[in-house]
């Protein structure tokens, strides 16, 4: 049988993208790697423009349920100082604020609507190669000793940009000490108050801390390679991990207070080097959401939403092109066009946030400015991409 549209990844963007086409009569089948319900690299902050696009996918209330409190302000850890301002409201945007949920949840939830839907869900199974043939693809799965072919009209790339050897990308980059390495754990008793997100910026990184589902906090990170190395250079005997833990403790007095007498919830994780910026959303014949798509510094904390926004651009573009063959060109310039309308800015002001906030002497220069001028938090927040509702 041939698939209308095969989708490798069960993250945000393919459990998105599989729900709409499923739900449109599409005959959808979607590939993960790793059995759920499994934790991942993310700070877990769902902005309030993806509510109504939860809503629409049916999993709006599961969510709620689930998910931390709304966050009403950002916030800015630098050095001695922790400053809060309002989080920004965009117009048409739910009063309701962003909440934050565990991956291990949200994942789940949109693979479970998905399959729902009618999706066939291949999992633990591994897309490992796709070729093209004339009126169709056929994408190759790996599992264990065993493999299959699926064959697919449409091939959406889904997969995400942190794995080692992810395929269908361009070739990875040497390492270099530049290089974002990111970290994420949930603890348990935080003192960070709630309804608060902070950036928390210090020497040779950025991160962010938020309350999530289960009464836990997250904070998640991403720590220049060289600035790692260093860290663990001055205290032998701590692991990666433990590491930027002390280093990001030493130099943001908000994070020492918050996390006083708290514990971890679970295990540390690490992924990277991450690799922000705008790739092609149609590339080989093959359709790309999701941080496979483009990928904004995790500083703004946009990429689920933006993963699940992409998502829903492709379906309109694909279900409007009313899936004729001769179409998919026209289907892959209006999804591109729309992509770049939607996301494009806050990738680049995300880079220029993320090169302010890692720099060494960051507190002694923004702290001055943004406590005489708290608005200019709230503006970075509205540059981010938090008031722009592309799904209504
Ligand atoms: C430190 C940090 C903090 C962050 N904090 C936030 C935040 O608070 N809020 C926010 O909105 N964003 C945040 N992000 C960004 C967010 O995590 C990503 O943008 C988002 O996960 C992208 O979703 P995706 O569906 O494109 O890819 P992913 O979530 O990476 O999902 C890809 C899926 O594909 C699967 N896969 C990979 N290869 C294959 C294969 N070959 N075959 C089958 N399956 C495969 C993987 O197992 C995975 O399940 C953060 C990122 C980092 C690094």
Redesign the pocket.
Known sequence: MTYDAVI????????TVAILLARAGWRVAL????PFP?R????????ATSLALLDALGVGAAFRSLAGPEVREVGLFAGQSTLAAPMPRGQGVTAEGGR?VG?HHL?LLLLEAAREAGAVIHQP????AVERRERESIVT?AAKDAREELHARIVIA??????PA??LMDERPAHRGADLL???ARFFGSRLTPGLMPLLAFPGGY??M?HTDGGAT?L???IRRDTLQRARAESPGLSAAEAVLAHIVEHTAGVREALAGASLDGHWLA??P?RPGIRPRFAGGVFR?????G??H?II???????MQSSWLLANALTREAFDPGRVEAAARRYSGDWRRSFATRIRAAALFAAVAARRHAPAAIVPVARRLPGLITLGADLSGKTRQIVR
């Open positions: 490798i990844g069960g993250g945000p963007a393919g459990g590939v993960e790697k790793t499994r991942k690299v993310c700070g877990e902050f769902v902005s934050a991956r994942d199974w591994s897309a490992v799965l889904a997969h995400g940009s942190w794995e992810a395929f990111a970290f994420k991160g962010g938020v997250s998640s990170c991403c992924a990277g991450i959401v999701g941080n496979l798509a990928e904004a995790p904390a946009e990429g689920i939403s933006m993963a």
